[in-house]
């Protein structure tokens, strides 16, 4: 069984057990470490498909959070010609990295 969910603007397909990288959630409590997801966009199950429009209402999927992890780093260099003018600058995105639970329909 797999599930697209959307999360932080993006579309994830997930599977029950997998873990995955995804942008920074805010968990409700300090000690929680578990969250449900309930934009779900698709669910299939062997030849079964159950999409949304755009949600699908009552599908739900079960994050813990395993550990928040930094991206790699990304660098962008400005520059402008004949002025003397070149800039690096850069970051690292925050990511939660997740196990997925159960799927829910």
């Known amino acids: 069984m797999f599930a697209v969910i959307r999360s932080g603007g993006k579309q994830y397909k997930v599977t029950e057990g997998e873990t995955l990288d995804i942008e920074l959630v805010d968990f409700p409590a300090e000690g929680e470490k578990k969250i449900t997801i309930s934009d779900v966009l698709l669910v299939g199950n062997g030849d079964k498909f159950s999409v949304g429009n755009p949600l699908l209402s009552g599908a739900t999927v079960g994050l813990e959070l395993v550990e928040e ?3 790699k780093k990304v660098i962008a260099y400005k520059y402008r010609r004949r002025e003397g ?3 690096t600058v850069g970051h690292r995105q925050k990511l939660s990295r997740v196990k997925v639970g159960k799927i829910k329909i």
């Open 69 to 71: 992890v930094k991206a």
């Open 85 to 87: 003018y070149h800039r």
